[in-house]
């Protein structure tokens, strides 16, 4: 299948620089009423074409669309190398805002933490939103997640993460799914050859290293925010329905995350899946799309003034898909 030609994507100048930006443009359907907007947001080490899966599964009843973040995939560095918190936000908004109405924000880890600043700051962008092991922060964070703070040492950092990004991209594909994948070894021959060309394509581009340095150090600093616009106090402000899925093998975000969401967003539902690690949305994207779709679709009620689109109770619900069966096996890298 060739994915690029399925959803092709274009450059869009911002204020902020040019972003690339992926659009579903077949499947309207003339005759019948605009479709509501998706817009996807990867997460660190991600890229527009993860969300394609899922995408593909709902664009006959969504206008989906995906953004490579500044400096990522096929987006260029920004003016002034902004990889901030603030900046992604604002580059992520400005994206939204070409679209004529609000727009479902789905994010995936430090996706799903710009999702969160800007639906907090920019209200009348965002419909509702879906967050896949957002990076909201935790201050006792998992060993997978700890021992990527090496990239942020001084000195050895830069020329550690140097090495990685351009070593075979065989090996670290393997690191990659042991660290992001419930099951490492279920990866399919298809997921496998995108997921070397990406790492091909990160390894062609001699910024590739202070992009994923800058990008981990903006996740670090928004788990030690203290201030005013700290991502937690923000979820509480947050006045859209909101869906939180949860990895019960994740190695990254911890399971507490999901059960703070569901304390504070007050219009929450949360999915868990037993089965998935950190990237449900490439392990299992056909119950991600299914969620999603089922999220998306509930009616309003009336009735309720206090709960925005008919949650069965103020603070939401608890899912939880399971027992599931383990995906088979198929190991394409050995």
Known sequence: MDIPSQWPGRLLSTSRGEVFVRRFEGGIDLDGPPRPPILFV??????SLDWVDVAL??????????LDLPGFAHSPLPPGRDLSLDGLAGTFAEV???FSGPVHVVGVSLGGAIAV????EHPELVASLTLVAPALPDL???PGSAQLLIALAPVIGPAIVRTIINSDPEWMAKRIYALCYGHPRAVSPQRHARELATLRQRASLDYSPYVYREALRTTVMSYVD???????QQAALVGVPTLVISGGRDRLVSHRVAARAKRTFPDVE????????HVAHLEDPTTVATAMRAFLSRPDRPDRPDLIRGMSRPRGTVVDVGPTTPPPVVSPHG
């Open 96 to 98: 939204a805002r070409t």
């Open 226 to 232: 203290r201030g005013p616009r700290r991502l937690w």
């Open 42 to 47: 990867h997460g660190l080490g991600g890229e």
């Open 117 to 120: 600043r800007v639906a907090a």
């Open 270 to 277: 949360v999915l868990r899946l037993p089965e998935a690690g």
């Open 140 to 142: 006792r964070p998992k």
């Open 57 to 66: 599964q709902l664009k006959d009843s969504f206008d989906c669309s995906a």
